[in-house]
């Protein structure tokens, strides 16, 4: 009994020690990606793979042939990443530039033409929020990044602004449901500007 | 154990203070949510923009990329690998944006309501309906006609079997028309297509009327090619001469302009080739066949010493033995001769031209560097037929005034406004007005759509799918190809080939089995793309060119992105004989009929129109950009004017900006002067395009159309309009405007005296 209770407060520290330094284990709905108001695949617009159905078997095209995804720039519909501090997410009307012509049958598109028609705005569930008290500016990252000779914690060179993402944000464009891959916390922060030599006053992200 | 009172209130104070304090500590929940905007924010910089290849229609025969954002077109620029233009591009085709999102533009089928006499909206469905039911109660099949621009490539096969489906006739309109620059090139190098002049490689070019850097067949690429011409490397800088009535912008750029009588340019081109027989400077042989083997004898009546060729041409005979020696002269070769605009506009049109051509064949330049490149047939089999060449011929003057006598029933005007473009005498109102039905297919209400009786609103090419086989081509197999660039800008207008396959369905001539296209039903109907892609096929199993391809989805994609096809090692291996010039019985070659219409004795003058450089012939005086675009000579904007001779106006007292009356046994014009010294005394120029009264909001009350006084002059043999043979007489009606004009608007930066050097001084 004592034993039980004992192993049952151990795991409960250790979930909360967990969650505190990193990301929670993934148990009871802990760090799953969120329901979205429409089950946007990213694997479709910014992947360039074969596409896969649910049984993992390859998506065919109406010739038979296996369906691609579209391989879009993340900037495409992220706009604002290299310009400000949110990244941003595109309006509906965005959406509708290539929906008004395609996909129209498709059950989560005609969410997103339902939600054009009457002028709903799309709600979408947060995955990657930073406490209040840190800002942090996509932009300046962005520039970091991209200029020569500042190589990418994989070793790799950023050319564009799309290169860059994934360094936090792993990859987006094979995920199916987008989901946090880095625990985003302070240290993770602070590791990563010692290894560039970037400030670390406080200032820096607490203002 | 039991609870007692104090303790079970004690912890639930405990636990409603820690609810209450937890709950605070909570993260809001909109915290956790991201909204999506319904409309895109205005200051967001959009992220990416697309350039998509297409053919320009402003400017026929150029090759465009246009700078697509958000689904929206944004500039248009020349595409670097099109052959014709080689990433340069005119005026003409940036202002094709300024179609695409015109205010005046037509968004719905207008149909004239009988009871009203106006034209009023009605619903596709009903317009096709209406349509098709005049074309079956036709009753007699062959009292159709349709009256296009000179079509080219796929659409003028589909309009043409469209046409022989209901045993009609097709004409091409086009307004100052080079009906005679077809037949003398036709005559000369036995070509149904214009050659490619190679000017970028020439050493000394001479040009007669053609005003080839601003208006004249394809002015980019002859532009580009000037550039090579003058400033190339590697090559001694070429020299020009222009022989022309007007002094043009390409009269402004040569070494040598020589001013001469309207209608005598054959006269002079022979007088040279006179001269070059005779002084030994081409061997008599290569006059072999021009002259029917009489050679020099035949051409006795040029001499320049001959009082009438002075008199014809206005040129002496010195400067036209200098010009014929340094034409032939070795050390000038490839010399090249090119003609047409105004020298082809008279009733010698089709004797000058020859003339001019001809002394091409005497400097022994075709189908080599420097000289006349013939054109090949076009790559796609379906595409060479006599059938569909002839559908890029315009009319002559002859032809429209026949018309009128034919008793046309139905007519179908596409894209072309002949009411403001023929002259009176043609008489193109009256068959209008005569015709039981009338449907314009057009982008925008003009003067002939006006008098339609069903309107259908067209897409504006850069909504359109199309093609071009450039005629004059670059001197090898060029199949251009049109794209949409952006969706429909309205969602009323529709694509005139997707149309004429449509009808051709409902109308049961089985004109897609003709054209060897699925039948398809009624939801999937076979479109014009369908047809453009039957021709891209064929391109395809060539296999050769600028694009190959595994799989022919690969090879489409291709000519998309690169907009088009060529094959540079396809050109004319070659050549056929040149037809004798016109040889009288005495076995010389004779004299031509040279005629004007008009007023004769003081203040009268040659009436010289010419095209606009920025407006053409007025089909694109509706756009803003290109009314401001300033005249290149005279600097003039938003208006027509009147070149005359600063001197002549002098004497006759007239300034600049005065209204003067122009008159012609065909009608009254009026419009400002514009005085000029390097107009020739004997002529007056005006601009022809504008007097539109009925073309949008910026077209309309405009300038004055001067094809209202042109006389029905024609060509000797081709009966062909000879738009250039009407006198006029001028009055000063006494009026003074303000005209716009940019010169002189900003004032001339002063050089300090001691910097100005008369080089006159230094000879």
Redesign the interface.
């Known amino acids: 009994m004592v034993a039980t209770g004992g192993l049952l407060l151990t795991l409960a520290g250790l979930f909360v020690v967990r969650a505190w330094w990193t990301t929670p284990f993934e148990v009871l709905g802990f760090g799953a990606a969120p329901e979205q108001p429409v089950a946007f695949p990213h694997t479709v617009h910014a992947g360039d793979g074969v596409l896969l159905m649910e049984d993992g078997h390859p998506k065919l095209n109406s010739d038979g042939s296996e369906a691609y995804g579209l391989g879009m720039?993340c900037?495409?519909c992220h706009?604002?990443v290299d310009?400000g501090a949110a990244a941003?997410?595109?309006?509906?009307?965005?959406?509708m530039?290539c929906h008004k012509?395609v996909g129209g049958d498709l059950q989560e598109v005609k969410k997103v033409i339902q939600?054009?028609d009457t002028?709903?705005?799309?709600?979408?569930?947060?995955v990657h929020?930073l406490p209040?008290h840190v800002r942090f500016v996509h932009e300046a990252h962005m520039r970091f990044f991209t200029q020569p000779g500042n190589l990418l914690p994989s070793g790799q060179q950023a050319l564009v602004p799309s290169d860059v993402c994934s360094t936090c944000h792993g990859d987006v464009a094979n995920m199916v449901e987008v989901n946090q891959v880095r625990s985003l916390k302070m240290g993770d922060c602070v590791d990563c500007h010692r290894d560039y030599s970037a400030p670390t006053d406080c200032v820096t992200c607490h203002y | 154990m039991g609870i007692t009172r104090r303790q079970f209130l004690r912890w639930s104070g405990v636990s409603t203070l820690g609810a209450v304090m937890f709950n605070g500590c909570r993260?809001p929940e909109e915290?956790?949510?991201?909204?999506?905007?319904?409309?895109?924010?205005e200051d967001?910089?959009?992220?990416?923009d697309n350039w998509y290849a297409t053919v320009c229609q402003h400017d026929m025969s150029s090759g465009i990329i246009v700078r697509v954002v958000?689904?929206r077109a944004k500039k248009i620029e020349g595409n670097p690998d099109y052959p014709m233009n080689q990433g340069r591009h005119s005026a003409r085709s940036e202002a094709a944006l300024q179609s695409l999102y015109h205010p005046d533009r037509l968004v719905e089928p207008l149909y004239r309501d009988q009871r009203l006499g106006q034209l009023v909206p009605i619903s596709w469905a009903s317009a096709r309906q209406i349509l098709s039911d005049k074309l079956a109660g036709l009753s007699d099949k062959g009292k159709f006609r349709i009256v296009t621009g000179p079509l080219r490539g796929h659409l003028a096969l589909l309009t043409s079997e469209f046409v022989k489906g209901y045993g009609g006739a097709h004409m091409a309109f086009e307004s100052l028309e080079q009906v005679t620059l077809k037949a003398a090139i036709k005559s000369v190098f036995g070509q149904n297509r214009l050659p490619e002049f190679d000017i970028a490689n020439a050493k000394h070019l001479v040009a007669f009327g053609a005003d080839f850097l601003s208006t004249w067949q394809a002015p980019v690429r002859y532009a580009r090619a000037y550039g090579e011409f003058r400033q190339g490397e590697s090559r001694r800088r070429g020299t020009h001469v222009q022989v022309d009535s007007r002094f043009s912008m390409t009269a402004a750029s040569a070494d040598e302009w020589v001013p001469v009588k309207p209608g005598g340019e054959g006269v002079l081109a022979l007088s040279m080739a006179y001269v070059m027989i005779r002084d030994g400077y081409v061997p008599s042989v290569h006059a072999q066949a021009l002259t029917d083997g009489k050679l020099l004898p035949a051409l006795d009546n040029f001499s320049p010493e001959n009082e009438s060729v002075r008199n014809a041409t206005g040129v002496d005979a010195s400067r036209i033995e200098t010009l014929a020696h340094e034409f032939a002269n070795p050390g000038n070769q490839p010399a090249l001769a090119i003609g047409g605009g105004s020298a082809g506009a008279h009733t010698s049109g089709l004797f000058n031209l020859k003339a001019i051509y001809a002394l091409n064949v005497l400097v022994n330049n075709i189908n080599s560097k420097g000289g006349v490149i013939l054109n090949p047939d076009p790559p796609i089999k379906e595409l060479s037929g006599q059938d569909v060449v002839s559908m890029g011929t315009p009319a002559s003057l002859e032809e429209w005034q026949s018309l009128s006598g034919q008793n046309v029933e139905v007519l179908m005007t596409r894209g072309v406004n002949p009411i403001h473009g023929l002259p009176k005498a043609a008489g193109f109102s009256e068959v209008m007005a005569n015709a039981s039905f009338v449907v314009s297919f057009a982008s925008f209400l003009d003067e002939t759509v006006a008098l339609a009786d069903l309107v259908l609103p067209e897409h504006t090419y850069l909504e359109d799918w199309g093609d071009d086989v450039p005629d004059p081509g670059p001197g090898y197999q060029v199949f251009g190809i049109q794209q949409p660039v952006v969706?429909p800008f309205h969602e009323g207008t529709r694509s005139f080939g997707d149309e004429l396959l449509i009808l051709g369905a409902s109308v049961a001539n089985d004109l897609t089995g003709i054209l060897g296209l699925e039948p398809g039903d009624e939801q999937i109907r076979p479109e014009f793309r369908d047809l453009l892609r039957k021709g891209a096929y064929d391109l395809w199993m060539q296999n050769r060119g600028s694009v190959k391809a595994e799989t022919f989805d690969g090879f489409w994609n291709g000519i998309l992105e690169r907009g088009g096809w060529w094959d540079m090692e396809e050109n004319v291996k070659s050549q056929s004989a040149p037809d004798p010039l016109p040889i009288g019985s005495d076995g010389k070659i004779t004299w031509p009929t040279i005629e004007f219409q008009g007023q004769q004795g003081v203040d009268t003058f040659n009436l010289l129109p010419f095209l606009s450089n920025s407006m053409m012939d007025g089909t694109l005086a509706h756009l803003p950009w290109l009314q401001a675009t300033p005249d290149p000579i005279t600097s003039m904007t938003w208006h027509s004017w009147v070149e005359i001779n600063s001197k002549t106006a002098k004497d006759m007292g007239i300034k600049e900006g005065d209204m003067l009356e122009l008159s012609s046994p065909s009608g009254i014009v009026e419009a400002p002067a514009y005085l000029h010294p390097a107009v020739p005394p004997w002529t007056v120029s005006v601009p022809v395009g504008q007097g539109h009264t009925d073309y949008g909001q910026y077209a309309s009350g405009v300038g004055v159309n001067i094809m209202n006084i042109i006389a029905p002059m024609v060509d000797a043999d081709t009966r062909a309009l000879a738009w250039a043979g009407t006198r006029v007489k001028v009055r000063n009606t006494g009026v003074n405007i303000d005209i716009p004009k940019f010169e002189g608007s900003v004032p001339s930066i002063e050089a300090e005296e001691g910097q100005i050097i008369q080089i006159t001084n230094l000879h």
């Open positions: 720039d900037t495409y706009r604002n310009k941003s997410v595109p309006p509906v009307e965005q959406c530039d012509a939600a054009w002028r709903q705005p799309l709600v979408w569930e947060r929020r209040d | 993260i915290e956790l949510q991201i909204e999506s905007p319904v409309d895109m924010p967001l910089v959009s992220g990416i958000e689904g969706r």
